[in-house]
């Protein structure tokens, strides 16, 4: 890449992320507010009612990559702190945040947590911040005052690229030998509450914290928003890379180096760049295939900004022009999803989605070949986020990604957006992006000038 080149991009994504909001005292990457996660935690406790809330932040750091924190644990207190612990008390709207103490050493290779810093534990918005060596001492004293239950997560957790569903059935494969199936630290967790406090009544806090996740907030929508216009300006400089006799993996590069300079973490999943056969293959990330004439490339990618996921897939001619048959099959699938957006508004269903892309397909005189459209995967803070329930409310944010695929042609076309459902119909987030055909050939046709 040339300097250019590379400064072009880096003033792109600045002049879209339009520049983060200023995060916590802490300083830690997030472009949401102590007063954010404050007003998050209020909610569910007034949801909730009595009580105590449980909730766990992950425990180590994986290695090699950046850590992020449990997506449950985030939402509701924006520390990205190795092993802290939340406790909230509904009743007296308390929170409660526990801390490991840190040694000099930890200090030093890791950096302090709010048990290093007075003023910032002051003003962290916490009742009080304990050390985590505390919480048994704490539940102990304060069980008179839980009415006899507590709320934990007793659901499997989602992660950045997976829904819970999806965590339950890795964990599923993975035990199909008795040699791997240990238990979860979740499920660790739960035993012991249970084993040292039998007495208590133990409730699923994952529906209610699903409930609040699938309304995004104001904070939310504007993040998800910066990001949505990143990573459409990152899959537009990868068409801009692409070109007979480049490899996969340079698109993706190209891609990849406007949402790190914009701000973003990383990618919120493996990228896909898959061309010509790979095309066919739905989760193909090997990116390893050198391009050829006359293929098309099909490119499922998302920034991680501000903790929140977003989920773009676009498909274009290497060549610059598609072939009549790579044309028309594309035409269906952009007739598709466009008539998916249209019907997206508060009080839709996936039925109600459905007829009327059956309806729009028949008065346009296309054949769907067997795609019908829907309501696809929430968005959030994970690719694949909670669930989204039967009717679409304002707040929503979810991917719609209808595609066709035909390996024995040797391509494959999927057009995907991130939305939003506002209170008239739906916002695109990823508008950004070209995907009309003559967009796409007008833009393909200025590589290189």
Known sequence: MTNTRRTMISLAAAVLLGGLAAGPSSGQRTGF????????????MER?????????????????SHFRQDNDFFYLTGNEDLGAILVLVPASRA?????????????????????????????????????????DEFLARSLSRFAGRFHLRLSPRDTLDDARSETALWDARRARSHYNDQVSADLHRIEKLRRRYPQMEFRDLTPVLDRMRAIKTEAEIASLRRNGRLSAEAVRQAMLATRPGVYEYEIEAAAMAV?????????????????????????????????EAGDVVLMDFGADLDHLAMDITRTWP??????????????????????????????????????????????????????????????????HDVPLGGVLEAGMVFAIEPGLYYPEKGFGVRIEDTVLITATGCEVLTAGVPKEIDEIERLLAGRGK
């Not at 507010?33 to 569910?44: G, I, Q, V, Y």
């Not at 493996?270 to 066919?280: F, R, T």
């Open 95 to 135: 929170s409660y945040l526990f801390l490991p103490p840190l040694t000099a050493r930890e200090r030093m290779m890791d950096g302090p947590n709010l048990l290093d810093d007075p003023e910032a534990k002051a003003g962290s918005g916490y009742t009080d911040v304990y050390p985590s060596s505390y919480l």
């Open 259 to 291: 949402i790190l300079e914009g701000g973003a973490r990383g990618p919120a999943y493996a990228p896909i760049v898959g061309s010509g056969p790979n095309s066919c293959i739905l989760h193909y990330d090997e990116n390893g295939r050198r391009v």
């Open 318 to 383: 290497v060549s610059g022009r598609f072939s009549d048959e790579q044309r028309e099959v594309y035409r269906t699938v952009l007739e598709i999803q466009k008539a998916c957006i249209e019907a997206y508004r508060p009080g839709a269903t996936a039925k109600d989605v459905r007829e009327h892309v059956a309806a729009v397909m028949k008065a346009k005189g296309i054949d769907p070949r067997g795609e019908t459209g829907g309501i696809g995967h929430g968005v959030g803070l994970s690719v």
């Open 33 to 44: 507010t102590k007063e954010e996660f404050a007003a998050r935690r209020s909610a569910l």
């Open 48 to 64: 909730l009612g009595d009580g105590a809330v449980i909730l766990f932040g992950d425990a180590d750091a994986p290695a090699g």
